[in-house]
């Protein structure tokens, strides 16, 4: 009997070498601020060797956030704020923003903290030298360098305080007996659910809730439209210091308790969740009013209808942006605030990656000139954080001068992501080669392109398998979005294709329809209309890029994503010289149990891809 053939060879494990990330924060966490403010004197102090100010070594300090760049008194009129030891101006401010009475106060007020009193205090206008005519080149250098280390500076500090100036607390209590916040309103409304069979009693119910509703809209919208929630170098703030303390002009912000950044960003969460739970909100006051009136609705939708014009301003005004592990959502977020100047588009918004871009270069026009900060900060991003600078969707309906280029016209306020960066999470990279490079030819005239080496599948293969191991297709809505897998098309692709703009499938199906529709689209852009066309050059013409995994160390899954490509010409030259588009990004979730090792064997074969985006 002849000897049995000798098994095939495994096949290939498209996760072999891959890289294990280290858990490297974005932020140094060793740099001291080159001025603090000494409180009682009113004198800022320079730095003298790592951390000594005047004969202090490693001060306990406060920080104060405001703004006031924009309330500037170009009339001169107003009194300037007094601060000795410094060798600039300090500009007046509109009174009706704050008078330089009211800033001394909050200055102190910030001093004195709410549970932990200092001597020392940072304050931007205080310890940055400031525009002026005799500046020199000096003082220009270290304000630039101070800039750079916002991230530093605000972590460092003991206690944070965000300052609603002209604000007090009368202001948003004005008729109202309390100031109540979302816990107390939940706790009121749940205290208040009984079996409802009275019509009386559904009746005092409603009243008590609408009343609720009333004590909580109010301050709350007072304090959202202050122009504090306007600025972009408060969102970038606010996402540093989420523990930063209410403060208005006389004090604190303590009704019933103490109020916060952090505060307000759980009450967008619990507010989706109460409004968007079916057996919530919504659906009980329904059902009380039909048993108060016989009627329903008209009156539960006009209150559900308040609460969910108080999400849509929280968001507005940032309330969503995430920690600084994940500095994409405030990035995104930093399309909706203010600025005084062009380049703190940037500038005012960078500092969360640990990341600082030079001045706003001369000539041309103010968006072009834009558009060069910007492209600096995306390739300094490719360079400090590949992945971090991939994961996000363009939400743009117009085609992007970069594909590859985040800018802030991007959604990035979904869950999932930050697992990529979060504490206990593993990060591997799944790419050979990630990085910004000159064009084709190292021709820069067309611009630089981002240079992909790594595995890649085709889109339409990748999809049609459905392994056990591997979840490839999973809905969710708005609210559930971190359980989504699937597809995620930038917002210009999906107008273009699908003529609407789709944030996730609902189901495989349409999902499916939609990989049907751009391979239609781009054999067409292509001259691939010939029906004899071959399979694989028709699947080549989209892929899948593996980018990275990330897993809890905890959990027996691992969580994937890789970058969308489709040929970014109607060049029909071969697939191999074709410079690619982004047009989305593809996640999906590996499971595996105690018994057996990971299963990456079961999608289909992968390719070597080498590609430039476009």
Not at 83 to 96: A, F, L, M, R, Y
Not at 262 to 279: A, E, Q, S, Y
Not at 542 to 547: G, M, N, V, Y
Request: charge should be negative.
């Amino acid at each position: 009997m002849p000897p049995l053939p000798p098994p095939p060879p495994p096949p290939p494990n498209p996760w072999f070498g891959r890289k294990r990330i280290p858990r490297e924060s974005l932020i140094s966490r060793s740099i001291w601020p080159h001025r603090l403010l000494h409180v009682e004197t009113m004198t800022s102090h320079i730095r003298q060797g790592d951390n000594t100010y005047g004969s202090v070594r490693e001060p306990v300090y406060n920080v104060l956030s405001y703004t006031w760049g924009r309330f500037m008194d170009r009339t001169l009129k107003e009194t300037s704020l007094v601060v000795h030891g410094i060798d600039w101006p300090i500009p007046p401010i509109q009174k009706s923003h704050f008078s330089a009475i009211t800033f001394q106060d909050a200055i102190h007020h910030a001093a004195n903290g709410y549970r932990h009193s200092c001597e020392w205090l940072w304050v931007d206008i205080a310890c940055i030298p400031q525009e002026h005519d005799q500046e020199t080149q000096e003082a220009a250098r270290i304000r630039d360098q101070e800039i750079s280390r916002q991230v530093e500076i605000f972590y460092r500090a003991k206690e944070a305080f965000a300052w609603l100036s002209s604000l007090r607390e009368l202001d948003l209590f004005e008729d109202l007996d309390k100031l109540l916040s979302i816990d107390e309103f939940i706790s009121h409304y749940r205290r208040g659910l009984v079996d409802y069979h009275n019509a009386e009693l559904a009746a005092k119910f409603l009243d008590t809730v609408e009343e609720h509703i009333h004590l909580l809209l109010k301050p709350m919208t007072t304090m959202l439209n202050h122009p504090w929630f306007d600025s972009l170098w408060t969102l970038q703030e606010m996402v540093l210091r989420p523990d930063a303390l209410i403060l208005l002009d006389d004090g604190v912000l303590k009704a019933g308790d103490k109020w916060d950044i952090h505060g307000l960003k759980t009450d967008i969460l619990t507010l989706r969740f109460i409004t968007h739970n079916p057996k919530d909100i919504a659906h009980i006051l329904t059902q009380v009013e039909l048993i108060s009136d016989g009627i329903g609705a008209p009156r539960s939708a006009r209150m559900v209808q308040k609460l969910e014009q108080l999400i849509t301003l929280q968001k507005l005004k940032g309330l969503e942006a995430l920690d600084i592990e994940f500095p994409n959502t405030a990035y995104s977020l930093a399309q909706h605030r203010q600025v005084s100047k062009l380049e703190d588009r940037i500038h005012g918004i960078v500092q969360t990656y640990g990341i600082s871009c030079g001045p706003l270069p001369p000539g041309g026009d103010p968006i072009s000139r834009l558009h060069t900060l910007e492209d600096e900060f995306g390739e300094k991003l490719v360079a400090k954080s590949p992945v971090l600078s991939q994961l996000f969707i363009h939400s743009g309906e117009e085609h992007p001068r970069k594909s590859w280029l985040i800018t802030q016209k991007c959604r990035a306020d979904d869950l999932f992501w930050v697992g990529f960066f979060q504490d206990g999470h593993v990060l591997q990279t799944l790419y050979d080669c990630l990085e910004v490079v000159s064009g084709p030819g190292h021709d820069r005239s067309q611009g630089n392109y981002l240079r992909f080496v790594g595995k890649a599948w085709y889109l339409d293969e990748f999809l049609e398998s459905s392994p056990k191991h591997y979840n490839t297709f999973r809905s969710a809505d708005q609210e559930t979005a971190y359980l989504y897998r699937g597809l995620m098309l930038d917002h210009y692709i999906s107008k273009s294709v699908l003529s609407n703009i789709v944030e996730y499938f609902p189901n495989r199906q349409s999902m499916l329809d939609a990989v049907q529709k751009l391979y239609q689209y781009y054999r067409t852009m292509r001259g691939h209309q010939d029906s004899a066309a071959r399979r694989d050059e028709i699947s080549a013409l989209i892929k899948i890029a593996l980018l990275a995994s990330e897993s809890d160390c905890n959990l027996p899954a691992v969580q994937y994503v890789g970058i969308v490509l489709a040929p970014a010409s109607t060049d029909q030259t071969s697939m191999a010289t074709t410079t690619w588009k982004r047009i989305g990004l593809m996640r999906w979730t590996e499971h595996y149990y105690e018994d057996e090792p990971p299963v990456h064997q079961e999608l289909p074969p992968y390719h070597e891809l080498e590609a430039l985006i476009a």
